[in-house]
């Protein structure tokens, strides 16, 4: 169910939905940053997750 609010990991995990509070959990712990920072790379080079992977880890 794409609803589904239990779910820990994203429904598409090659892109990174902010405004769903679980998949933010779930970026910022996989990253390793906090929320601020996974905005800031998303804002950056958009929410492809692979993207944001390279950015982050430059």
Request: net charge negative; no cysteine.
């Amino acid at each position: 169910m794409a609803d589904d609010k239990t779910n820990r990991a994203p429904q598409d995990a090659s892109r990174i939905a902010l405004g769903e509070d679980y998949e933010v959990a779930y970026w910022t712990k996989k990253f390793g940053v906090d929320k601020g920072r996974l905005e800031e790379a998303v804002k950056a080079v958009g929410n492809s997750a692979k993207a944001v992977e390279e950015h982050l880890n430059a």
